[in-house]
T-cell receptor, first 112, second 115 residues
Framework: GEDVEQSLFLSVREGDSSVINCTYT??????LYWYKQEPGAGLQLLTY???NMDMKQDQRLTVLLNKKDKHLSLRIADTQTGDSAIYFC????????????WGLGTSLAVNP | EPEVTQTPSHQVTQMGQEVILRCVPI?????FYWYRQILGQKVEFLVS????????KSEIFDDQFSVERPDGSNFTLKIRSTKLEDSAMYFC?????????????FGPGTRLTVT
């Protein structure tokens, strides 16, 4: 069945890089997404990658996709205290409905 | 920048009561979704809506749930007879119909508490 897994917690120092990892099971995934949720706020789309790509870079964010291992990662360069949030990995499955299957979220703590 | 809005931000209701959660999607979007997140659990897909009809619904979306787009701008989720286990954060999302864009933009959520 469809499943997305993430580690629950990550703690980094300000200025370091953060790498948040995600694995998924469905090989028919079309797009893979990273969403950010700050305390008390909604789900903010950060970036996404099409399944035929290996990498996507967007300013401080780098997404790497290893389709063979069904592994997705999000690297945040020069992590700031404002990056402290929960980061969700999600996949959409081939088809017209475009529903998203979600991981549990990784809580990123950035320490000064 | 356009955004998805949801009202109310928090709804408290008694078990067995009907609730309507409201969403205003981004104006040129054509796909609409409801998801929910029970505390401590994964975000779960409930239903997708396109061209004035449900395009997919999950097992959770049983007969007590319904969706409507009554006036071309609002998108509502009705829960007919709430249960304790319906307590969750409910997120509305909307997406474009572009061939490239599979982006879904989420509202801030409605926290539903059933007592």
């Amino acid at each position: 069945g469809e499943d997305v897994e993430q580690s629950l917690f990550l703690s980094v120092r300000e200025g370091d890089s953060s790498v948040i990892n995600c694995t998924y099971t469905d090989s028919s995934s079309t797009y893979l997404y990273w969403y950010k949720q700050e305390p008390g706020a909604g789900l903010q789309l950060l970036t996404y990658i099409f399944s035929n790509m290996d990498m996507k870079q967007d300013q401080r964010l780098t997404v790497l996709l290893n389709k063979k291992d069904k592994h997705l990662s999000l690297r945040i360069a020069d992590t700031q205290t404002g990056d402290s949030a929960i980061y969700f990995c999600a996949e959409s499955i081939a088809g017209n409905n475009r529903k998203l299957i979600w991981g549990l979220g990784t809580s990123l703590a950035v320490n000064p | 920048e356009p955004e998805v809005t949801q009202t109310p931000s928090h709804q408290v209701t008694q078990m067995g009561q009907e609730v309507i959660l409201r969403c205003v999607p981004i104006s040129n979007h054509l796909y609409f979704y409801w998801y929910r997140q029970i505390l401590g659990q994964k975000v779960e897909f409930l239903v997708s809506f396109y061209n004035n009809e449900i395009s997919e619904k999950s097992e959770i979306f049983d007969d007590q749930f319904s969706v409507e787009r009554p006036d071309g701008s609002n998108f509502t989720l009705k829960i007919r007879s709430t249960k304790l286990e319906d307590s969750a954060m409910y997120f509305c999302a909307s997406g474009t119909s572009g061939t490239v864009s599979y982006e879904q933009y989420f509202g801030p959520g409605t926290r539903l508490t059933v007592t």
